[in-house]
């Protein structure tokens, strides 16, 4: 098929626009990977863009030896992997059940754990709740909180309606319990939404830090996203205590402030580094989330 | 005669549902933690909304905390902290519902247009990237491209020569508008595009074969089919994002607020969490929450009415 003039411009200034947005989408975390990799009161002159100018693993080496911050690091993967096997459990246990068609108040079943979705109690209840039940300063509360969610229950219920009913006839028939069936094979074929929905909770997990702002103040569960919060807030404070003291014509003590800014991306580098690098084989996963949401509505 | 039939009817299937509940004894146990759950961490806290009604103290909690009817929400109307809260919430959330909204769309219909599979799914999965960045992470990115000295200080001094005063945006609270728009452009772009592309995948392609015959353009066809054919499903996404007309990404704007602009840019939702958790002001917060919940769920539910009435889809 032939094109017109018109066209031929258009698909022309298209790709150039779609690179422009790519450049846009990366700069920021480039910028962010030099910076970490760069002498810190190099840094300080400014005009690092995409690489280094003066190279040094320093920074990092900051990072891995704070004890604050190697401690957020592995409680943090413990927070996600405990987060993720216990919401897993409770979440596909609920989906088998109300997988299946002639369970008895099965409608009230659902509309008790609907509701939940359109009406919640705020923040502050939350809060007063958690005092009761002991959670505040407690590592339970990144793991409990969360544990069920509707919109995944539905995601794996919908996948085992899927599933052939045949295979747990069969199965039946041969006496296999309810307890066999689930175990033996409805787990084994639902792997594929169970790992989707594992991939949403760790990541969800990862990249939480409200639940340590709001009620955790103990430095031993702070959580690494909330440590790299503080760095860049610090880092914010510092800065503007050096605009300040140019203002009034003084010297602020170029280290404090060097150290800080480079410290900060290298954290940043390194708290976000493991999804970044995965995420592009696993976006299918995700991806899936989207449109199986909207197939719903 | 008949009515004894009934009544073994009903008998019958009164058995049968004992032994359908003994049957399915393992099933009830599967769902027990999510009832349990639901039960804790959703009921009963919605049943601590009674607070916004009290005084509440510590000490007596809420079962004798005194009733003080709507007094907290007559404060909660009539502080002008909060109202300017209010005020921010709004103008920040409609300026990214009513200007966002276009972005993901445009995006859509462009990466649409491309032909080279390859370089679609790749700047795909680029634009993707900042929505798996946790919101603390893009602003510490943001924070150095428009320091003093970061790149966006740079470009403009090399557009403007050395005329140009260098200014940290992030720093005047003038700024945290298009701040919060376009770092919300920035981070959801790519992914939101996701649904329009799935909406479009699935318009019949015999409709786009018959307008090249009768001689449509390219352009004429995304005015004429394309987008009317995806037009329900921008009706939808545009209800359900109403609900957070009030409702503003905490994370986002807790992590842009620094000591310089925090007074000026504070929302709802962050002035909830400094009054309610920091100050222990828990009946006003709670309040405060209620009232704001309660306008969301009010603007949804009207404006699929209105959208309904004129266009016939509505999520409900």
């Known amino acids: 098929m032939k094109k017109t003039t018109g066209e031929k411009i258009f698909d022309v200034f298209n790709v150039i626009l779609m690179i422009a947005l790519s450049i846009t989408m990366l700069y920021p975390y480039i910028n962010q990977i030099a910076i970490s990799l760069n002498d810190g009161m190099d840094t300080i002159l400014g005009g690092i863009t995409v690489y280094p100018r003066k190279f040094t693993w320093v920074n990092y080496r900051t990072i891995f030896t704070s004890d604050s911050i190697s401690r957020a690091f592995f409680l943090t993967v413990f927070i996600a992997v405990a987060h993720t096997l216990t919401s897993l459990f409770v979440t596909t246990a609920a989906a088998y059940t109300m997988s299946k068609k002639d369970l008895p108040f099965k409608n009230a079943i659902t509309w008790f754990l609907i509701i939940p979705m359109y009406i919640s109690g705020g923040i502050i209840p939350t809060f007063i709740l958690y005092r009761y039940l002991g959670l505040l300063n407690n590592v339970l509360v990144y793991i409990i909180p969360g544990a069920f969610s509707f919109y995944n229950m539905i995601i794996i219920r919908t996948f085992i309606k899927g599933l052939p009913a045949s295979l747990e006839e069969s199965a039946m028939l041969d006496g296999a319990n309810e307890a066999i069936v689930l175990f033996k094979i409805i787990l084994p074929l639902s792997m594929p939404v169970i790992a989707t929905v594992a991939l949403w909770l760790a990541v969800g997990a990862w990249n939480s830090w409200t639940a340590t702002l709001y009620y955790v103040n103990e430095r031993s569960l702070y959580t690494l996203q909330y440590v790299v919060m503080q760095l860049i807030k610090q880092s914010d404070v510092l800065q503007q205590l050096a605009a300040e003291t140019a203002l009034t014509g003084g010297e602020m003590t170029k280290e404090a402030q060097t150290t800080s800014e480079s410290v900060k991306a290298a954290a940043i580098i390194f708290s976000t580094i493991p999804i970044v690098l995965t995420y592009p084989f696993l976006q299918k996963y995700f991806v899936k989330g989207v449109t199986i949401g909207a197939v719903k509505d | 005669m008949k009515a004894k039939v009934k009544v073994k ?308």
Request: proline share 3%; net charge positive.
């Open chain 2, 9 to 316: 009817a009903e008998k019958m299937s009164r058995a049968e549902l004992i032994a359908k509940l003994k049957r399915y004894k393992f099933l009830y146990l599967l769902l027990l933690p999510a009832v349990v759950y639901t039960f804790i961490f959703c009921y009963v806290t919605m049943g601590g909304l009674v607070m916004a009604f009290q005084d509440y103290d510590i000490i007596g909690g809420i079962f004798e905390s005194p009733f003080v009817g709507l007094k907290n929400f007559i404060t909660v109307f009539s502080t002008p902290k909060m109202l300017h809260a209010i005020k921010n919430t709004l103008v920040y959330s409609s300026v990214g519902l009513f200007l966002g909204t276009p972005f993901p769309i445009m995006l859509a219909l462009l990466l649409n247009e491309l032909k080279l599979r390859r370089f679609k799914k790749i700047t795909q999965t680029i634009s993707y990237m900042p929505h798996f960045l946790s919101w603390i992470s893009v602003v510490g990115m943001l924070s150095t491209f428009f320091a003093t000295y970061g790149t966006y200080n740079d470009l403009m001094a090399k557009m403007f020569g050395d005329s140009y005063e260098r200014v940290n945006i992030l720093m005047d609270a003038k700024y945290f508008l298009p701040v919060i728009f376009w770092s919300g452009i920035w981070k959801s772009i790519g992914w939101n595009s996701i649904i329009y592309l799935a909406a479009i995948s699935g318009i019949d392609q015999a409709m786009y074969e018959a307008a090249t015959v009768d001689g449509c353009s390219r352009f004429k066809q995304v005015f004429y089919i394309t987008l009317p054919s995806i037009m329900p499903t921008i009706i939808i996404i545009f209800i359900m994002a109403t609900g957070g007309l009030v409702n503003l990404n905490f994370e986002q704007v807790y992590g842009f607020q620094n000591l310089y602009t925090q007074e000026e840019t504070e929302v709802i939702n962050t002035l909830i969490y400094r009054m309610g958790i920091q100050n222990g002001q828990y009946s006003l917060s709670t309040a405060f929450g209620f009232a704001q919940s309660f306008v969301s769920f009010l603007i949804v539910f009207t404006s699929n009415i209105i959208v309904k009435k004129l266009s016939g889809t509505g999520i409900w």
